[in-house]
């Protein structure tokens, strides 16, 4: 289809998580055209998994939608240095399968660390679904999505500005919630209708 030429990125706001960019580019045709570019921090989220097979959430207020959210626990990826990359320069575009689940990979370590500080849970086994882009059309942030199980006891660990209620549903009730808009987090959606899908085709266990 031809290829984009990226100019110039220009910075125009910075704020507490996120920075606002200008992209200037080439189209294939040579038109310059001009995109807003919002560069955020990666993350991971896990869908836990206990052994009667109910499906926790968190319940935690975001002032984005000025109301409570259920999610699966989540938080940022880049706090960890990602020493299982030889080559530094690597982009999550780049990874593989199974960077994702090696136990040294930053998505890896941010999916475990928020599965026990928001729930008091430790995973011992994750199996990774798939990574998602929050708006491709306008954000770099990328959500590497796991689903979490065998549980081991751990201990919470909550920001100070988290007010986390836990939900524990059936995989039919929190399918019910999001049918009905009481789920409507993308990643928790995909998570969940990926361990339906896994379940219902006997690949997880």
Known sequence: ??????????????????????????????????????????????LLVDKDENLLFVKQYRNSINAYDIEIP???????????????????????????????????????????EETGLI???LHFV????????????RTAVYIGMDL???????????FIEIIK???EAAMDYISKGMINDSKTIIAVQAYMLLRDEKNIN
């Not at 125009?12 to 606002?20: E, N």
């Not at 960890?80 to 994702?100: H, L, M, P």
């Open 152 to 162: 081991e006891e751990g201990s919470i660990n909550r920001d100070e500005d988290e």
């Open 74 to 116: 989540a938080g940022c990826a880049e706090d960890f240095d990602d020493n299982s990359i030889e080559d530094k320069n690597k982009t999550v575009d780049d990874y593989k399968q199974e960077d994702y689940l090696n136990p040294d990979n930053s998505f890896y370590k941010c999916a475990i660390r928020e599965a026990q």
């Open 1 to 46: 289809m031809g290829k984009y030429e990226l100019l110039k990125r220009d910075i125009k706001y910075k704020a507490h998580r996120v920075k606002v960019y200008e992209d200037t580019l080439v189209r294939p045709d040579g038109k310059k055209v001009y995109y807003d570019f919002v560069e955020n921090r990666n993350g991971s989220g896990v």
């Open 123 to 125: 995973p011992r086994k």
């Open 130 to 141: 798939n990574y998602i882009i929050a708006a491709a059309g306008l954000f770099s942030e």
């Open 169 to 171: 549903l059936s995989p």
